[in-house]
């Protein structure tokens, strides 16, 4: 008979360590923490994050129009400004949720960190235009406008950006090309 022996299973090794129980711990509080972490830290301004929060758990009605509107099906114009194609999530968690999950190299993360904030925010306020200032929605000028804020939000955060407002709202192909490859300084 072998004597018993204590083996941690959250790490390969079997031996226990403080970084492989954190991740354990973070684990079991599922995808929930993962999207909460990419609400708060991202480069958005802190109102727009709070709008990102309220989105998130459901507390406004944004889902509805952005479907109605078609910012968020197939053919999104935002989507295809980072070359992404996709299958439409059916809910801002799940939005967030997707987002939250794609592995990028640091600076290029920056960016695509305030995607969702900048469209969940540029729509909620073009929503608002269209009902009490009687504008008439237009994707494309809506598109832009999520473009330059994603741009601006990014070149007034802590990140080193070497590419101007600019360069990531009309070349974003050769940024990420320039990031990816790590010529950007």
């Not at 090794?13 to 403080?18: A, I, N, P, Q, R």
């Not at 958005?44 to 889902?63: M, Q, R, S, Y």
Request: hydrophobic share 45%.
């Amino acid at each position: 008979m072998s004597p018993d022996i204590w083996m941690w299973r959250a790490n390969s090794s079997g031996m226990y360590t403080v970084a492989s129980g954190y991740r354990n711990c973070e684990s079991l509080l599922g995808p929930d923490r993962k999207v909460t972490r990419e609400v708060w830290n991202n480069c958005a301004p802190p109102k727009v994050k709070f709008f990102g929060w309220l989105a998130w758990l459901g507390k406004l009605k944004t889902f509805s129009y952005l479907q109605r509107i078609g910012i968020l099906d197939e053919a999104a114009n935002i989507l295809k400004w980072w070359g992404v194609q996709w299958v439409m999530p059916n809910s801002v968690e799940g939005l967030l949720q997707w987002w939250s999950f794609c592995k990028m190299k640091k600076l290029e993360k920056v960016m695509w960190k305030a995607v969702p904030m900048a469209v969940l925010w540029s729509i909620w306020k073009h929503r608002n235009d269209c009902i009490f200032n009687g504008a008439q929605p237009n994707l494309e000028d809506l598109c832009e406008v999520v473009k330059v804020r994603i741009a601006s939000w990014v070149k007034s955060s802590p990140a080193k950006v070497e590419f101007s407002i600019n360069d990531i709202v009309f070349n974003l192909q050769q940024v990420h090309y320039c990031l990816r490859q790590g010529s950007w300084a």
